[in-house]
């Protein structure tokens, strides 16, 4: 049933109304025989090579990322785990991981990662034992799902080579979408905990409901009002947004089951008598990845702008332990649209769409997050921490992008001086800044709100045949580069009558 309507009905055992009611309170246990079974078929049936997904990306044997695990195969009966180097043409199936690296105890050993000094020890071999749980459980159901390589990042990135890594990083596009499945810990947040544990309390929905029976026997059921929307560590982390949305295939150890995702099926428990589940926007459409598809959703110039707005919006809500990964950790979302849309991502904006891009915004709840213009130029929203918001779309713009490169922007747009507006059209401008306290922010450049103009980017619809303006609040910070510190909405714009447009360029992101 749908969200709003009582969809989940779970009763005890032993309840008077347990003959009439067969759903029963769902304890976990992911990682039993039943679930690895009905896992199993699920990959069978979307990789059938005679009658596959249609929409699932699929290589019977794809080319290995140069490192795996190689973890033994299936039928071993004392299989090892090691490190493989592979050549560039080698070809074989392999499972990736996502999972929460975690902040580890003081007191606990560091874990076993790939470093210069390691690596031939681990191509020779790795005790099972000197892993971490997370990855110990990985290896474990990549073997009960009948496959030999695994791909995880702490041990198939050189963690102490800066070089490696950003070549790593670079691939990660095509790591986890050529992937034969992705196995998600979803449950766990903190790789020394493990994904396979059982939860000794089980589950069951929100509203308890008392129905008398026969013989003055009163029977128990619970019910939930809608679909159940899992709280899982793992989509708290900024990384692993890309890895879910460019997987063709997941499957999710949850917090009560094992979940099965695919390009073709929607968010589902591998039983088939398990929960209906919330479906969240982790998976690109397929016909974002399909150049011959129809005209569907993600093809459209629209649809393709609402799917990186809201891209935008799900992954700077997530977490991430490094803030120097802002644009990294995306990369592999980016590099994939920049060969499909045939358009150039600049710090996180699209160069097609470049001035409705610029109208993000923070909500007022995370404006005390600072700037960081070493990571980007202040017009990106690369530059800040915390969530980014979009709302809605500029109809028509009024500026124009005369150049945009790495290293410059430069726009043609009207603008006006906060001081040169009047008192009585003043009130119809809503000025929403960056930062929680702008002016301590104009202080350090020795200026004062009084310097800050206004930058009409277009118009936008306010209302039924009404129409708006959306800008930027900037300044000059010397030498006639301007410095972006808020959004701004026009309700009148009739202040813009008679303003000519002008020339201004965007200071470039700090390099030092």
């Not at 699932?56 to 990322?65: E, G, I, K, N």
């Not at 009130?427 to 202080?443: F, M, N, R, S, Y």
């Given at each position: 049933m749908k969200s709003g309507k009582l969809q989940s009905d779970k009763i005890c055992a032993d309840d008077a109304i347990a003959e009439i009611v067969c759903q029963r309170p769902l304890r976990r246990n992911v990682g039993n025989s039943n679930?690895?079974?009905?896992?199993?078929?699920?990959?069978?049936?979307?990789?059938?090579?005679?009658?596959?997904?249609?929409?699932?990306?699929?290589?019977?044997?794809?080319?290995?990322?140069?490192?795996?695990l190689d973890v033994g195969q299936p039928e071993d009966s004392h299989p090892t785990v090691k490190l493989r180097i592979n050549d560039m043409d080698t070809r074989?199936?392999?499972?990736?991981?996502?999972?929460?690296?975690?902040?580890?105890?003081?007191?606990?050993?560091?874990?076993?990662?790939?470093?210069?000094?390691?690596?031939?020890?681990?191509?020779?071999?790795?005790?099972?034992?000197?892993?971490?749980?997370?990855?110990?459980?990985?290896?474990?159901?990549?073997?009960?799902?009948?496959?030999?390589?695994?791909?995880?990042?702490?041990?198939?990135?050189?963690q102490d080579c800066a070089k490696d890594k950003e070549t790593e990083i670079s691939r990660m596009a095509s790591i986890y979408k050529n992937a034969s499945v992705t196995i998600a810990a979803s449950s766990s947040e903190n790789a020394a905990h493990g994904f396979l544990t059982q939860k000794k309390q089980p589950y069951c929905p929100d509203y308890e409901v008392h129905i008398p029976m026969a013989h003055n026997v009163i029977g128990t059921v619970y019910f939930s009002t809608g679909p159940y929307e899992p709280d899982h560590p793992l989509d708290k982390r900024g990384w692993t947004l890309q890895e879910f949305m460019l997987s063709s295939r997941m499957l999710?150890?949850?917090?009560?089951?094992?979940?099965?995702?695919?390009?073709?099926?929607?968010?589902?428990?591998?039983?088939?008598?398990?929960?209906?589940?919330?479906?969240?926007?982790?998976?690109?459409?397929?016909?974002?990845?399909?150049?011959?598809?129809?005209?569907?959703?993600?093809?459209?110039?629209?649809?393709?702008?609402?799917?990186?707005?809201?891209?935008?919006?799900?992954?700077?809500d997530r977490d991430l332990t490094d803030p120097g990964d802002k644009l990294n950790a995306v990369m592999g979302i980016t590099s994939e649209l920049e060969t499909l849309w045939r358009d150039i991502n600049i710090y996180g904006l699209w160069k097609k769409w470049f001035i409705d891009l610029l109208a993000w915004h923070k909500p007022d709840i995370e404006r005390e997050k600072g700037r960081n213009l070493k990571r980007a130029p202040s017009w990106s929203w690369a530059s800040m921490d915390g969530v980014i918001i979009y709302e809605g779309a500029i109809t028509t713009e009024?500026?124009?992008?005369?150049?945009?490169?790495?290293?410059?922007?430069?726009?043609?747009?009207?603008?006006?001086?906060?001081?040169?507006?009047?008192?009585?059209?003043?009130?119809?401008?809503?000025?929403?800044?960056?930062?929680?306290?702008?002016?301590?922010?104009?202080?350090?450049?020795?200026?004062?709100?009084?310097?800050?103009?206004?930058?009409?980017?277009?118009?936008v619809q306010i209302g039924a045949g009404t129409e708006g303006g959306k800008g930027l609040l900037v300044v000059d910070v010397g030498g006639g580069f301007y410095r972006r510190i808020g959004l701004v909405n026009f309700k009148d714009m009739m202040i813009w009558e008679g303003v000519k447009r002008r020339d201004i360029t965007f200071e470039a992101r700090i390099n030092n």
């Open positions: 679930a690895f079974t009905a896992a199993r078929a699920l990959i069978k049936k979307c990789m059938n090579p005679k009658n596959p997904h249609k929409h699932c990306q699929y290589s019977r044997d794809t080319v290995l990322p140069l490192r795996v074989a199936q392999y499972l990736a991981l996502s999972y929460c690296w975690g902040k580890q105890p003081d007191s606990a050993a560091k874990p076993l990662q790939l470093q210069r000094d390691n690596l031939r020890q681990l191509v020779a071999g790795i005790k099972l034992e000197s892993l971490q749980q997370s990855i110990q459980d990985a290896i474990f159901a990549t073997r009960k799902l009948g496959f030999r390589y695994l791909w995880v990042d702490a041990l198939c990135i050189i999710i150890f949850s917090d009560y089951e094992l979940l099965w995702q695919c390009k073709e099926m929607d968010l589902r428990s591998v039983s088939a008598r398990g929960l209906e589940y919330l479906q969240p926007l982790e998976s690109l459409p397929w016909t974002v990845f399909d150049n011959d598809a129809e005209p569907f959703f993600g093809n459209l110039e629209v649809d393709k702008l609402y799917l990186w707005k809201t891209i935008v919006q799900q992954y700077t009024d500026a124009v992008v005369k150049s945009l490169t790495i290293q410059t922007a430069v726009l043609t747009c009207r603008m006006l001086k906060v001081n040169e507006v009047k008192k009585e059209k003043a009130k119809t401008i809503v000025e929403g800044t960056d930062l929680a306290d702008p002016d301590a922010e104009l202080q350090e450049m020795g200026l004062s709100f009084d310097d800050v103009e206004y930058l009409l980017l277009g118009t």
